[in-house]
């Protein structure tokens, strides 16, 4: 019964390849997220789909294309890949913010990214 | 850019409980007290949120001063599972832009 899960948990790659992180949620959120770890343990948003909808983009770098095929999967789609991508993603969902409120979010349990 | 401070680390005995503090003096009166944890390897969770009153759940208690310039967040009978980074976050009650900033957190070690 995973709520927000993701795949693959590992993913090992090397500079200049094309790679893609999936995420989905069970739950029944309207609104899906992408966070980025990285070494020092930073925790940013990147992304942010409400309804498949874009509605947060942290200035990431345009090689990382979020795709949302349905309200219920956030893909992440990472060009060419660089050495500074390697960290771990995390894909969150929360409800519907039809109304504005905040709602906590729910966290999948990453993919750890290593570019060589 | 964190609108929190928390001490970077703290320690427990197991079986009793754990307070871990946060200070947010810049909150605005519509703005949230979050907390969140993530252990090692994993997502983060969910903990526990609230605005002004004392709140509790299954997993914590959280107590918010009444200037609302500082929080505590009480797991009242720590086990060794607890051990954990303890985000304590700051979010708008309504935003049409909702993501979570997060800070450096409290590192939370349970001692058997």
């Known amino acids: 019964d995973t709520a927000v899960s993701q795949t693959p948990k590992y993913l090992v790659t090397q500079m200049g390849n094309d790679k893609s992180i999936k995420c989905e949620q069970n739950?029944?959120?309207?609104?899906m997220y992408w966070y980025k770890q990285d070494s020092k343990k930073f925790l940013k948003i990147m992304f942010s789909?409400?309804?498949?909808?874009?509605?947060i983009n942290e200035t990431v770098p345009n090689r990382f294309s979020p795709k949302s095929p349905d309200k219920a999967h956030l893909n992440l789609h990472i060009n060419s890949l660089e050495l500074g991508d390697s960290a771990v993603y995390f894909c969150?969902?929360?409800?519907?913010?039809?109304?504005?409120?905040?709602?906590?979010?729910?966290f999948g349990p990453g993919t750890r990214l290593t570019v060589t | 850019d964190a609108k929190t401070t928390q001490p970077p680390s703290m320690d427990c005995a197991e079986g009793r409980a754990a307070n871990l503090p946060c200070n947010h003096s810049?909150?605005?009166?519509?703005?949230?007290v979050y907390w969140y944890r993530q252990i090692h390897s994993q997502g983060p969770q969910y903990i526990i949120h609230?605005?002004?009153n004392n709140e509790t759940n299954e997993m914590a208690s959280l107590i918010i001063t009444e200037d609302r310039k500082s929080s505590t967040l009480i797991l009242p009978h720590a086990t060794l599972r607890d051990t954990a980074v303890y985000y304590c976050?700051?979010?708008?009650?309504?935003?049409?832009?909702?993501?979570?900033?997060f800070g450096s957190g409290t590192r939370l070690s349970i001692r058997p």
């Open positions: 969150a969902s929360s409800r519907p913010e039809t109304s504005g409120l905040n709602y906590e979010q729910y």
């Open positions: 739950l029944g959120h309207d609104t």
């Open positions: 789909y409400n309804n498949k909808e874009l509605i």
């Open positions: 810049t909150i605005s009166g519509n703005e949230y």
């Open positions: 609230g605005l002004k």
């Open positions: 976050i700051v979010r708008p009650v309504y935003s049409s832009a909702s993501k979570i900033i």
